[in-house]
């Protein structure tokens, strides 16, 4: 007689019960047709109920007047409205204004004969010249700056002197232009 081993008995039983389930499982995921779906349940007809027209409900109870502590503000001021009226000004207006308010500069608060020219400087880029306004303030003056009252403009630098044109309306109202010329002064 043989004598098998309880523990052999076991592994191989535990093998074929391994085997058994991993066949199962894979006959389960090789089906190849789900199931049919189950049938739509059976539609019910709907009866059409006809409208019905209500009436209006008309209340007998009189509604309370309005609170009259509520603000008015159709006498108030709009706080988002601004303080000034906005005028638009025409372009000779705004070309009137710029001549009347421009800012004073100290250059431009003499008369060009008050000036007095004491240097100038040769340069390849442009002459320069030094004046002195009747305060004793100096001013460096190169071409095409304004001097003096009428905003004349310097159209020449000369070792000798500074030219200056201004522009004015005589009284036909009719633009002049005049040349004036600050010399420079030789000390004796």
């Known amino acids: 007689m043989t004598r098998t081993n309880p523990k052999n008995s076991f592994t191989i039983m535990g093998g074929l019960v391994a085997l058994l389930a991993g066949l199962m499982v894979l006959q389960a995921g090789c089906k190849k047709t789900p199931p049919p779906p189950p049938p739509p349940p059976p539609a019910v007809p709907v009866a059409v109920q006809p409208k019905v027209i209500v009436q209006k409900a008309v209340s007998s109870v009189k509604m309370a007047p309005a609170q009259t502590n509520q603000l008015d503000f159709s006498t108030k001021k709009d706080p988002f409205k601004p303080h000034i009226a906005v005028k638009v000004a025409t372009q000779a207006e705004l070309n009137r204004q710029k001549r009347e308010f421009r800012p004073l500069l100290p250059l ?24 002195v306004d009747p305060a004793g303030k100096g001013y460096v003056l190169k071409v095409g700056m304004t001097i003096g009252k009428n905003e004349g403009k310097i159209v020449r630098i000369e070792t000798s002197g500074v030219d200056v044109v201004e522009q004015f309306r005589d009284e036909n109202n009719k633009i002049r232009k005049e040349t004036i010329r600050i ?3 030789r000390k004796p």
């Open 108 to 131: 431009h608060s003499f008369d060009v004969s008050q000036f007095r020219l004491i240097g100038t400087v040769a340069d390849p880029k442009g002459n320069k010249a030094m004046v």
């Open 183 to 185: 010399p420079l002064l």
